[in-house]
């Protein structure tokens, strides 16, 4: 599935891991509600009407944060992450992550990073049950 014509989807988004290993990067991502005309190619979505799953980014070459190249393996910073803005190209994304911590965990906090990862190969595995556990805990 080609995720780019839906990335703007993402907005508001939430982001709920990140696993990092060596050159590779798994994003375990969902959608904001998608409307029934929205979803041109009748992909299959969660049950709250999202887009759900893994972007994955292999041979990572490159990591930006904030502008400047980072070394360091990524990972949920705060409790909660949200999807400000992606955007997906063939071997680069560009993902700007509101990531806030809630009471009652303290201090009570929030901040804006941006993140540029450039990769040999960027691709979307749509997985509409991935966050149903979450969703059903609520």
Do not use: Q
Request: glycine share 4%.
């Amino acid at each position: 599935m080609d995720i780019r014509k839906y990335a703007s989807y993402f907005h508001d988004g939430s982001i709920y891991d990140i696993k990092h290993n060596g050159k590779k990067i798994v994003l375990s991502l969902e959608s904001c509600e998608l409307e029934p005309e929205w979803n041109e190619d009748n992909i299959e979505l969660s049950k709250i009407n999202c887009l759900a799953g893994y972007l994955h980014i292999e041979g990572v070459k490159k990591i930006y944060i904030n502008d400047k190249i980072s070394h360091e393996k990524l990972e949920m910073i705060f409790d909660e992450g949200e999807v400000y803005h992606l955007k997906v190209n063939k071997n680069t994304v560009i993902l700007e992550a509101l990531w806030r911590n809630d009471p009652p965990k303290l201090p009570e906090e929030t901040d804006l990073f941006t993140y540029k990862i450039e990769a040999e190969k960027v691709y979307w595995e749509n997985v509409p049950t991935v966050h149903d556990e979450y969703w059903d805990s609520i």
